[in-house]
C-alpha cells in the first residue's frame, strides 16, 4: 500500500470525537454497553467496539486505518459502505448510551416514567411507594431550579391521577385534597413558565447583540406583557414559599429591560446574595452568568470606566474560586468564559493572578479543546510580559473555529509585527484582516467597525513611523481620542504617545 494509500485509508469517524470525551470508566461502562444483547444487538458493532477500545483515549494510532480494522472484524473482502454501517450503529449505540446515563442521574424524569408506566398497568401499591419516594427527593432538593418546579408539576399531577386511578374520593376532604394537588400544580407550572420565559427573554437580547442577526426579541416581549409578570408575582407570593423566585426573575428582566439605570441591576445583584443558598447550581450559573452579561455590556456603553473593569475581574475570581460556571450542562470552564477571564485579567494587569489560573486551567477545560486554549492564554500572557517571539510561536499551535478567537489572534499579531517594526508583514496582514473582518456574517456591525479602526489606527501610525507618507500622528491621536469604535484602544493611546513624545523615533 503506497504511503498516499495509507493517508487516504485513515479513518477519522465522528465516534472518535465521542469517545474522546469519555472519562476511562464511562468509556469501561460503554464496552460493558455494547456487549449487552438488550441494548445491542449488531454484533459487528460490538466486534468495532473490540478492534478499537486500545487506542483509547486518542484514536489517532495508523492502526486505525479501515483496511485493517475490518481484517479484524470480518473474514470477507474489504467493503466500504459496510464499515460505514458500522461506524454509525457504533455511533448510534454511543448516543443512547449518552441518553441513558444522563437519564440515571435524573431521578425525576426516570421516576416519571416508572409512574407512568406503572400505572397503566394499574400496579397501584408500587405506585404508591414510588409517589411517596419521589416526595421525599423533591423535599431533599437543596436548592431550587427552574427544571425542579417543572417536576413538581409532574409530582403533583402524578399524585392527582394516582388519586383518581386508587378511587378514594368518597369523602369531602378527598375532593379538597384532590383540588389542592390541581392548585399546586398550577402554582410551579406558572413559576416554571414565567422563570423560562424571562430566561428566553434575556438570551434573545444577549445573542441579538453578541452576532450579526436582526432581533427577534418582540414575540416573547409580548408575551411577557399580555401575562403580566407583576400581577402575577403579588397574586402567587403569599400563596407558595418560592415567591423569592419569581421575585429574583423580576428584578433580572428589570435590570435589562432599563440598563441605563444601575440601580436596577444593583438590586438584582443584591437579590442574587440573598437567597444564593436557596438556589441549586443550575441558577446560581445562570445568575451569575447574566451578572457577568450585564458588567461587559456597561463596559462596552462605557470602557474608560475602570469600575465596571474592577466589578468584572472581581466576578471573574468569585466564579472561578466557587465553581459557579459548573452546571447540569457544563462540566467544564465554557470557551467564551475562559477567553473573558484571560482578557479581563491582562486589562486589569492581574498578571500574577492569571499566571496561578492558568496553571489549574488543564483540568477545568473540556479535553478537546485544552491545548489550544491554553496555547491561546499562553500567547497572550507572554507578549503582556514582553515574550514576542515566544507569543507569536504559541499562535502557531491554536486550533480554535470560534470566530471571537480569531479576532483575537489577529489583533495580537498586528500587535506583535508593529513592536518588531516588521512593517512588511504588518501591512500584509492588515490587508488579509480586512478581507476577513468584511466577509465574517456573524460579527456585529459595532464590533466589525472597533476592529476595522484599530487596524487602520495603527497602519497610520507604522506608515508614520516607516515615513512612507504625509501623516499628520497629531491630527490622527486626535481623532483616536474622539473615537470610542476602537478596539484595543489603551494600547493604541500608548503607541501613538510613544511616537509623539519621541520614545519610538520616525525612520528617517
Known amino acids: 500500500m503506497s504511503k498516499k494509500s495509507d493517508i487516504n485509508s485513515l479513518y477519522k469517524p465522528k465516534i472518535f470525537d465521542v469517545l474522546r470525551t469519555f472519562s476511562a470508566e464511562e468509556f469501561k461502562e460503554f464496552g460493558r454497553f455494547v456487549r449487552s444483547e438488550y441494548f445491542n444487538r449488531n454484533k459487528k458493532a460490538a ?17 486505525l486505518e479501515k483496511e485493517r480494522l475490518f481484517i479484524k472484524i470480518s473474514p470477507k473482502k474489504f467493503n466500504d459502505s459496510t464499515m460505514r454501517n458500522m461506524f454509525s450503529a457504533l455511533i448510534r449505540l454511543a448516543g443512547q448510551f449518552i441518553a441513558i446515563e444522563k437519564l440515571k442521574t435524573n431521578t425525576a424524569v426516570w421516576n416519571d416514567n416508572l ?62 385534597a384532590q ?14 413558565f ?26 416573547t416581549e409580548k408575551i411577557l406583557q399580555d401575562f403580566e409578570l407583576e400581577a402575577a408575582y403579588k397574586k402567587l407570593k403569599n400563596k407558595t414559599e418560592y415567591g423569592f423566585i419569581l421575585a429574583l426573575y423580576i428584578k433580572l428582566l428589570r435590570s435589562f429591560a432599563h440598563p441605563e439605570n444601575h440601580k436596577l441591576f444593583i438590586d ?22 447574566r451578572i457577568i452579561s450585564y458588567v461587559t455590556l456597561k463596559i ?73 486554549m491554553l496555547n491561546y492564554g499562553n500567547a497572550l500572557a507572554a507578549y503582556e510580559t514582553g515574550k514576542p517571539d515566544l507569543a507569536l510561536d504559541t499562535m502557531h499551535k491554536i486550533s480554535l473555529d470560534n470566530f471571537i478567537y480569531k479576532y ?12 518588531k517594526g516588521n512593517y512588511e508583514t504588518l501591512v500584509d ?35 508614520f513611523r516607516e515615513g512612507t507618507g504625509k501623516i499628520d500622528i497629531n491630527f490622527h491621536r486626535h481623532k483616536l481620542d474622539e473615537n470610542e469604535l476602537v478596539a484595543n484602544k489603551p494600547w493604541l493611546e500608548e503607541k501613538y504617545e510613544e511616537v509623539i513624545n519621541g520614545r519610538i523615533a520616525k525612520a528617517v
Open 429 to 463: 496582514t492588515i490587508h488579509a484582516y480586512m478581507i476577513f473582518i468584511k466577509n465574517d456574517p456573524l460579527q456585529t456591525k459595532r464590533r466589525k467597525d472597533e476592529n476595522r479602526n484599530f487596524a487602520k489606527y495603527i497602519k497610520r501610525l507604522a506608515e
Open 300 to 372: 462596552t456603553q462605557f470602557p474608560s470606566n475602570s469600575q465596571y473593569l474592577d466589578e468584572l475581574f472581581e466576578l471573574h475570581e468569585i466564579i472561578i474560586n466557587n465553581g459557579y460556571y459548573l452546571n447540569s450542562k457544563v462540566t467544564y470552564i465554557p470557551a467564551s468564559l475562559y477567553r473573558n477571564i484571560i482578557q479581563i485579567a491582562l486589562r486589569s494587569n492581574q498578571i500574577g493572578w492569571l499566571v496561578k489560573f492558568m496553571a489549574k486551567a488543564p483540568g477545568l477545560l473540556a479535553p478537546q479543546h485544552s491545548e489550544s
Open 115 to 176: 409512574l407512568l408506566g406503572l400505572m397503566q398497568r394499574n400496579l397501584t401499591s408500587l405506585t404508591k411507594i414510588v409517589l411517596d419516594k419521589q416526595e421525599q427527593e423533591l423535599k431533599s432538593l437543596n436548592g431550587v431550579e427552574s427544571g425542579s418546579f417543572l417536576n413538581r408539576y409532574y409530582h403533583e399531577i402524578n399524585k392527582y391521577n394516582f388519586s383518581i386511578l386508587d378511587g378514594k374520593v368518597i369523602k369531602l376532604k378527598h375532593v379538597k
Open 408 to 419: 483575537d489572534l489577529y489583533n495580537l499579531r498586528i500587535k506583535i509585527f508593529f513592536d
Open 194 to 219: 414565567i422563570m423560562e420565559l424571562v430566561s428566553n427573554q434575556i438570551n434573545l437580547f444577549l445573542t441579538t447583540g453578541k452576532f450579526n442577526v436582526s432581533d427577534m426579541s418582540d414575540l
Open 179 to 192: 383540588l389542592i394537588k390541581l392548585r399546586d400544580s398550577g402554582v410551579f407550572i406558572t413559576i416554571h
Open 47 to 63: 466486534l468495532l467496539f473490540e478492534a478499537i477500545k486500545d487506542y483509547y483515549p486518542l484514536f489517532t494510532s495508523t492502526q
Open 268 to 289: 438584582y445583584r443584591h437579590c442574587v446574595d440573598k437567597y444564593i443558598n436557596r438556589l441549586g447550581p443550575d441558577e446560581i450559573s445562570f445568575h451569575y452568568s
